[in-house]
């Protein structure tokens, strides 16, 4: 089995800053990819970024530029870096892990980011 513990959401003003971060442990033995997702209210769950083991990265369009991803390969970490934070990137944020490329992977509780005055 694989966990995942996030932290680092909350309550935080348009244009202040988060850093989520999520820790994985358990049984594993190879990790292609770790990454973010989101999913608002009445919204789909979407990727947010996510980084390979080859040290590729994919972000979401809207946020690029805004949101940088980085991983600790050795502590099995990976942390999400949120800044000029905007009403719309309110959501429930999961961290995602994939062993392999064709599987959906293992997700997190989840933690809640609030953008809001």
């Known amino acids: 089995q694989v966990q995942l513990v996030e932290s680092g959401g909350g309550l935080v003003q348009p244009g202040g800053s988060l850093r989520l971060s999520c820790a994985a442990s358990g049984s594993i033995f190879s990790i292609y990819s770790m990454g973010w997702y989101r999913q608002a209210p009445g919204k789909e769950r979407e990727l947010v970024a996510r980084?390979?083991?080859?040290?590729?990265?994919d972000y979401a369009d809207s946020v690029k530029g805004r949101f940088t991803i980085s991983r600790d390969n050795a502590e099995r970490t990976v942390h999400l870096q949120m800044t000029g934070l905007k009403p719309e990137d309110t959501a429930v944020y999961y961290c995602?892990?994939?062993?392999?490329?064709?599987?959906?992977?293992?997700w997190g509780q989840g933690t809640q980011v609030t953008v809001s005055s």
């Open positions: 980084k390979r083991n080859s040290g590729s990265t």
């Open positions: 995602n892990l994939r062993r392999y490329d064709w599987e959906n992977g293992y």
